[in-house]
């Protein structure tokens, strides 16, 4: 179950997961608190149908009774729930049965959404039986929290596409932006960026979000109309990113970044920025990092790998890369699940 279903990498994880343990006899319903329309057929096309409350408000980050209650009679009879996202694991936890093994993902940390509600999580998060951090942010909020130090593991998504080929057409060198155009993900900070540069090459932006109308109008205002292409949302960026000069991910919050490993196991360069785990991702030469909210560290980074003055590991970040590979992705969580399923619940007060 989800908060909200929306294009976002969050959202492809669990789907891309929910696919792979269906092929191994594994059946998933999903349920939603509230879903766009570009996230419902998202679903469809990876052969899940989705069941919407249909909430006026964002979930994602609140603690909502009235979900828990919808919930509840839609979870019984459920083997294992797994919840992503502070208002999905929040409401399942009041609407599971007691002997139901409950699952939290939370793939952000709390300290940039405003008011955290951590008096309502503390009162759940003894009845997580696992929680997944995808980064140190959510780690820490999990424990912040109360959940026990013992129920959790580091969290881990799938990345599709590491086989790809570059898509036929393509201006070279090129660089490529994929991801939501979201404030969080920065598109803005790389419009700044490459209005900096001396002669950038081809910017291809993939993505859609609230900030698609603001960021063509600021590509008009910055004279990169002939510099900067607009290609939407897709589902599997890979043809797209393989034979790039380089993939930006000018994050202002990102604990790990499916973008930037599929960049990596296609042998481009990636820069990403000094925030939450990303750093991690990033690291032992497998990548650049460059403060946030910067656009003059980011063009000359960006003019660095051009120029080939800035280096990459690019045979390490292809080793790095393959451990998301979607397939043994889904035996971790298979693993897990049949773990929880068959052993009880660890005593915490012991």
């Known amino acids: 179950m989800v908060a909200k279903l929306e294009l976002g990498g969050a959202q492809l994880s669990l789907l891309r997961v929910a696919r792979a343990l269906a092929e191994r006899g ?5 349920f939603a608190g509230a879903a766009t329309p570009t996230g419902l057929e998202l679903a469809r096309r990876h052969g899940i149908e989705v069941e919407v409350m249909g909430s006026e408000v964002d979930l994602q ?21 797994h919840a992503h996202m502070l208002g999905a694991w929040w409401a399942a936890a009041r ?22 509600p951590w008096l309502a999580m503390a009162a759940v998060a003894g009845r997580i039986d696992r ?50 155009l979201s404030p969080d993900k ?17 910017v291809l932006v993939l993505g859609s979000g609230v900030l698609d109308d603001a960021l063509r109008d600021q590509v ?26 380089v993939q930006a991910i000018p994050s202002r919050d990102e604990a790990f970044s499916q973008t930037a490993v599929l960049a990596m196991a296609l042998g481009v360069p990636a820069i990403g920025t000094d925030v939450d785990g990303f750093p991690a991702t990033l690291g032992e030469g497998r990548g650049n990092v460059v403060p946030p909210e910067d656009p003059a560290a980011l063009a000359a980074a960006l003019e660095g790998v051009l120029s080939g003055d800035l280096r990459t590991d690019l045979a390490a970040a292809r080793v790095w890369a393959r451990q998301f590979d979607t397939a043994r992705v889904a035996g971790v969580y298979e693993q897990d699940y049949r773990n929880l399923l068959l052993a009880p619940a660890p005593d915490l007060a012991a």
């Open 26 to 30: 594994h059946p998933t319903r999903l």
């Open 61 to 81: 980050w609140r603690c909502d009774p009235v979900f828990a209650a919808w919930l509840e009679p839609r979870l019984a009879g459920a083997d294992l729930v």
């Open 95 to 116: 609407a599971v049965e007691a002997d139901v093994p409950l699952i939290a993902s939370e793939h952000n940390g709390y300290d940039w959404q405003g008011e955290t």
């Open 131 to 180: 929680f997944y951090a995808h980064g140190p942010g959510a780690l820490e909020g999990a424990l912040r929290a109360g959940v026990a130090a013992q129920r959790i593991r580091s969290g881990i998504s799938p990345v599709a596409g590491m086989g790809s080929r570059p898509r036929p057409g393509l201006p070279s060198p090129r660089i490529v932006f994929t991801g939501r």
């Open 186 to 202: 920065g598109p803005d900070i790389l419009i700044d960026a490459i209005a900096m540069m001396r002669a950038p090459p081809p």
């Open 220 to 245: 008009r205002r910055a004279g990169l109309a002939g510099v900067v292409e607009f290609g939407g949302w897709v589902d599997d960026p890979g043809a797209w990113v393989a034979g790039a000069a």
